[in-house]
Nanobody, 124 residues
Framework: QVQLVESGGGLVQAGGSLRLSCAAS????????MGWFRQAPGKEREFVAA????????YYADSVKGRFTISRDSANNTVSLQMSSLKPEDTAVYYC?????????????????WGRGTQVTVSS
């Protein structure tokens, strides 16, 4: 069983920054990639960013490119999301997720592991 625990959410003013972290643990944790998703009130969950575990390739939603940076620390099984120039529309619950194995079009397929989420609120 894999556990993902997010931290670092909170309230920030527009234009500010926050750093989210995701700690992965489990008896035999391994994954192909890790990602961040978010869900705003009344909206569907959407992809934010992802990173492959072995070579660090990164992927971003257009809405966050140039503002958010995803990174991983393989030694500690953690993934982070540095968020800058935050906007009120970034307000959402942010979820960490893991994909166990590569499959074709993996970024468009459901991830295998999910955290419980952390709230990010950006005030105007």
């Amino acid at each position: 069983q894999v556990q993902l625990v997010e931290s670092g959410g909170g309230l920030v003013q527009a234009g500010g920054s926050l750093r989210l972290s995701c700690a992965a643990s489990g008896r035999t944790f391994s994954s192909y990639a890790m990602g961040w998703f978010r869900q705003a009130p009344g909206k569907e969950r959407e992809f934010v960013a992802a990173i492959t575990w072995s070579n660090g390739f990164t992927y971003y939603a257009d809405s966050v490119k140039g503002r958010f940076t995803i990174s991983r620390d393989s030694a500690n099984n953690t993934v982070s999301l540095q968020m800058s120039s935050l906007k009120p529309e970034d307000t959402a619950v942010y979820y960490c997720a893991g994909r166990a194995n590569w499959v074709i079009n993996w970024l468009r397929k459901p991830f295998d592991y999910w955290g419980r989420g952390t709230q990010v609120t950006v005030s105007s």
